[in-house]
């Protein structure tokens, strides 16, 4: 989510193009340099002209977060975390750079300051979707599953194509063991993204969980298809079909599974294999 906000602060303000001129360079073109780099994965160089561009432009508020989440990159946190606040003590409104402290503190496991950053920058801008997603994320960490749910609705009502904010609500719901609502909120991250395999491998689980095994083989199935490397899929379809007494099935599951360095797998393997 680092990344994201930061291509939010470039989308939201940068204005593009470079200007022929010399020393020193116009913020305009800075923030193109930074751009190229961010771009590039380069947070070394990042980190330098962004920190040369404050040095030039002490009010450049942008210039300050952009740094902080170079710093974060780096895993340098407190440095990230001071030159942030410069960015919102030079504009108090800059929703994104709270969201970037947010995302500073989850990482710090500082929960509580996470969320009072992301609840500010939605008080800056109530339709910003992702900081309503990380607290979401938070929340689930925290097992405060209604929580997180309600962050995470909110995100889905603000963007209707976040997959990823269905999905984790899905999880939030399968965890309070309100099934019927996290096979709804599978699908739908589904129906935004058909290569969601995640999803697809829970929602074979909660079918699995509810004694429809042969649903349940559909999606663990699906998630292969999309993923064929992905052990767990592999071994929750064994599982399924040990349950179906299809014993040749499970097998032939179980030795994907392992192959593919599932541990579990090949336990079951050398323990039921043979016999069956």
């Not at 300051?113 to 801008?125: L, P």
Request: aromatic share 14%.
């Amino acid at each position: 989510m680092k990344r994201t906000i930061l291509m939010m602060m470039f989308a939201a303000l940068f204005s593009g193009g470079v200007n022929a001129q010399t020393q020193p360079l116009s913020r305009e073109n800075y923030l193109h340099l930074m751009n190229l780099y961010n771009s590039s994965g380069n947070y070394d160089k990042l980190l330098e002209c962004s920190l040369e561009a404050v040095n030039v432009y002490p009010d450049f508020a942008l210039a300050y977060s952009i740094a902080g989440l170079a710093y974060s990159e780096q895993k340098q946190y407190n440095q990230a975390i001071a030159v942030l606040q410069k960015a919102v003590a030079i504009d108090p409104d800059f929703a994104e750079a709270y969201a970037g402290m947010g995302v500073i503190y989850a990482e710090l496991n500082d929960y509580n300051e996470a969320i009072q950053c992301y609840q500010k920058a939605i008080g800056i801008n109530p339709n910003f979707a992702g900081a309503y997603y990380n607290m979401g994320i938070i929340y689930d960490k925290l097992e405060e599953y209604s929580e997180a749910i309600r962050c995470f609705q909110k995100a889905a009502v603000i963007n209707p194509n976040f997959a990823e904010a269905y999905y984790n609500m899905g999880l939030a719901y399968d965890k309070l063991e309100e099934y019927g609502e996290a096979i709804q909120c599978y699908q739908k991250a589904i129906d935004i993204n058909p290569n969601h395999a995640k999803a697809y491998i829970n929602m074979g689980s909660v079918y699995g969980n509810s004694k429809d095994y042969n649903e349940a083989i559909r999606c663990f199935r699906k998630a292969t298809v999309i993923d064929p490397n992905f052990a767990e899929a592999y071994y929750n379809m064994g599982l399924a079909y040990d349950k179906l007494e299809e014993y040749g099935e499970a097998i032939q599951c179980y030795q994907k599974a392992s192959q593919l360095g599932h541990y579990e797998a090949q336990e079951w393997l050398d323990k039921n294999g043979k016999c069956r």
